[in-house]
């Protein structure tokens, strides 16, 4: 079996690692366990200098340009929090042609036209499945897998923290906050929640899968994400009578049109949809596809370990010479498509936001509960999603989606779940 | 988007179409409504000139002998049923150093290792991701993603038509050969049941995912598969009344002691386990992996589109230049192991079978609905798998395993579901 070329394929590549957070350590940790792999941490990047490190001072960098300028190095793998000073490394190494491999889903969501015309440019390749859904090889699968194939939807649960917190409320009849402290106590949730807790982060990752999914660039500004700052126990119980549980939901759903949207928000979900019972921290994406039909894929979604390996995976890829094509950019991007009706669940006490929302249909309004459920364009929520944020109030779909101002049931249609 | 790198990617393949049965079908149809993939079905070998076929007869060879001496085709799909034809032909064009796709499940099953080992000599490549759970991309997620990762286990629904009939009697109450006779009705089964319900289909199925998820070689005879001819609603309700679904597992397991089972089995499944909700023709596959931890994928595993969309993945995938590393091959395969006692339930009024299976300790016995509970070697399920058959006897397993004639409950293990 030991042919010249797996032999080859086997030659021990030298690792730049720039970052030594969660995903940092996981990697060198699982790298350290393994060393039959062939991947050689050569050269540790971190910014702080003070900071209590689980390896000796002699062991670190304290200037990722160092390892930039490092030529001995044969890939840098980049998982720090700061996306801007994120971008000004990894693009940079990409015009020097290096191989990297990065983590950090906001500076990808941000910068991915320019991170994909410079490896067209520079000849530089950057591998990142660790920064959608942790251990789950989502972003390959598009690209690789269903590169050549027709995609109806893309919905996933994309986020393990806010995921935790949900679970938990369902669970426990827990309140929000005690159940985001949990999360936090387990290493699920940031000290600041609000990328999590806020959608942030899982709208970064819907921008990305939207690229190797429909060949569409979407700015992260023009997606909405709505959180669950503001959940209590009457939306649960809301839910729980539809025999529904609430999941922050992103969804990629090519319309009739051939348009494709893009919703990061809480979705009431059936027990019939796989993502019904992805739980705590675990994240799941089902794809529809014109040929294959229904695939699903759930595993870890947070954690050293599962993201680290996810990293693993990027390197082994590397030293094969995998590197994304983008087949959907090169084919026929889908355009996105705002001019839109969702139906939405809407808990407020403030009516000055039911009028800002300008509801053009409501199909109940529960005073006692506080709640109205009706239909709002998502122009108006996108303009008012502050708003929302601020007054405390909490909105879910259902899941009906239709054309702006449309009252024909012709293109209803339900997020395929 | 349109580099150069890119554009060369799209270069249109010529394709030369062995079989044009469900699979070779489904691809045409799936390239004829996608021409812009590239690839172009430029001629089609079948056996039988005076069968109907859905195309003008003008469009077929009959020797696909011929499509191996023309060079010009870039790529040879072979979907023929005959597993010896198909070897005579796959070995062949590996040997010209061919790029080839296959599904025969069967074939691989039977030759993997001389199929490794031509292309290793002559430079050819053959994918088959279609070979295994239809639309599932199991074959790339552990030849690729998980290649540098050790797997504790790999367990999963690798047969839609059985799962189909299963999934039946147990939502109906009905018996096995109406169940049957509607999962032909609806073409999940072959006319000839006897490789998808006597658990032969999933045995290869599980042979092949042995090579890539642990770098072993298995033959398909040593392998333990039982099939579901004789169940009846004893069964049904005995799996019911313990809160669990009767479901057809081929379950790969690393032992504590380093070394891989592979058992293709009825088992009783727990709603626990994701494997529980994978119902009719479905497929899903459960990977324990050491970092990655548990990752779960499920998709639609037989039907002419899913299958035709994993071939379309696959060529897809050759165009790029991609192909399998075997990477458990060329690092440390385990040894197979088969020194185990199973704890199975087994439905017979025959005395005989009892005495045959010889076990070593029995938990529970039911005269009146004539089982027993209770641990049996490995290697003597083996040896009167025929009996268990023709006795119209029904076995499953309740998933734990133990080392042979061990009392002590240290290694005893659930397979993890």
Known sequence: MKSAHMVAAKQTLRIGLIGFGCVGQGLYDILEQRPETGFEVARIAVKNPTKPRSLPLSRFDFSADELLQDTTLDVLVEVIDDATEAFRLVSEALRQGRRVVTANKAMLARHLPELVQLQQESGGKLLYEAAVCGSIPIIRTLDAYFGEEPLRSVTGILNGSSNYVLTRMGEEGSDYAPALAEAQAKGFAETDPTLDMGAFDP?????????HAYGTFLQPDEVLNLGIESINAVDIAFAAALGRKIKVVAGLQRLPDGRVTALVTPLLVAPSSPLYSVDHEFNGVLIEADFAGEQFLRGRGAGGHPTGSAVL???????????YQYPKLTASPLTYATDLELE????????????ALDFSEISEEADEDGYVVGFVALSNLLRVKELIHKFGAFVVRTGVVRPLTSTTPALTQEVSL
């Open 344 to 355: 939405i669940y809407l808990r407020t006490d403030d009516d000055r936001l039911i009028d």
């Open 313 to 323: 995976a990027d390197l082994a890829a590397i030293r094969q010479g995998y590197s």
């Open 203 to 211: 709208r970064s990752k819907a921008v990305i899968l939207a690229a």
